[in-house]
């Protein structure tokens, strides 16, 4: 065992069998429970929650300092922002969660974290529609295709799109009940999809509550790697969250929720001023970028290991 700086300390064997004991006796409690999984989860998570108080030697003031923060976090959560994820997606909970669920299967896309601010309901936009829906930002259009593990186009799979505007910002951060930097569309029938978006632009995530006061007490930074967000569905495939990246972006190494995979970093082709968009959209002179994300989506039976 350690003492709170990380010294080893020797614990007489009477208070290592005290510990051991009410170990055992919490773990006894929940024997009679019926279901085997949460029987299997409970009975886990006391044997390392114990094993942690115990190696750390948690005091009684650390025990209040931690219910204190998780009432803090309850506190600051509402319908529109959700201290708990962040919690644990700045713990790598969240990403170690995506990865023990969404195993590698051949060529299928790699998952990555969900995020706070998805929200049910965004609107739906035609095949080159615009998500933006008037947020600042460069403009930057976004195509590619959906298929399956073996090539195969996948019509009609939904892919919902989110994203920050340039200030950092998601729609559900302003209370003003706008819409914006969120949609959902279809892939036609040969499985392509293309829409107008903005450049996804690096931003820090919520930190004027106790997840930013954890990570400044830390030493931790807030910043997010630029990213947009994506979620696919069809029928008979397993469900993709994911995000892609911006290649070059100096907070790649750094994010703070450990969402980075190599294989979701792309490249945004900058366009100079009155380059010929793909659909003939007019942009007033303005720059914009361009990339592609071509999707692969497993099969359900891939959830099951099969």
């Known amino acids: 065992m350690t003492d709170t700086s990380g010294t080893p300390v020797t614990t007489g064997a009477e208070q290592i069998a005290v510990e051991e004991t009410l170990t055992q006796n919490v773990l006894h409690s929940f024997e009679n429970c019926t279901d085997p999984r949460l029987q299997h989860l409970m009975q886990a998570l006391v044997r390392h929650l114990h094993a942690f108080i115990r190696e750390v030697r948690l005091t009684e003031d650390e025990w209040n300092a931690a219910i204190a923060f998780l009432t803090e ?31 590698a299967y051949k060529n299928a896309t790699e998952a990555t974290v969900f995020g706070p601010f998805f929200a049910e309901d965004a609107p739906e936009i035609p095949n080159g529609g615009d998500i933006a829906g008037g947020a600042p930002g460069q403009p930057c259009w976004l195509e590619g295709t959906v298929t399956d593990t073996e090539g195969e186009p996948v019509p009609g799979a939904r892919i919902e799109v989110w994203e920050a505007d340039e200030d950092g910002f998601y729609d559900v951060q302003y209370g003003d009940n706008r819409v914006a930097g969120r949609a959902h ?3 036609d029938d040969q499985g392509h999809y293309s829409f107008w978006g903005l450049a996804p632009t690096p931003y820090a995530i919520p930190h004027d509550g106790p997840v930013g006061k954890l990570l400044e007490a830390t030493g931790r930074s807030p910043m997010r790697a630029s990213h947009l967000h994506f979620m696919v569905t069809a029928p008979g495939k397993r469900a993709l969250v ?21 294989s979701l970093i792309k490249y945004f082709e900058q366009q100079a001023p009155r380059t010929p968009t793909p659909d003939g959209r007019d942009l007033d002179g303005k720059t914009w970028a361009r990339s592609r994300f071509d999707i692969v989506l497993a099969p359900t039976e891939a959830d099951s290991g099969h």
């Open 73 to 103: 976090a309850g506190h600051i959560t509402d319908e529109k922002r959700q201290e708990f994820i962040m919690l644990s997606d700045v713990l790598g909970a969240s990403m170690q969660t995506i990865n023990v669920n969404n195993q």
């Open 185 to 187: 569309l279809f892939s």
């Open 242 to 262: 994911t995000h892609i990246f911006v290649a070059g972006d100096e907070l790649l190494k750094y994010d703070t929720v450990f969402g980075v995979k190599d």
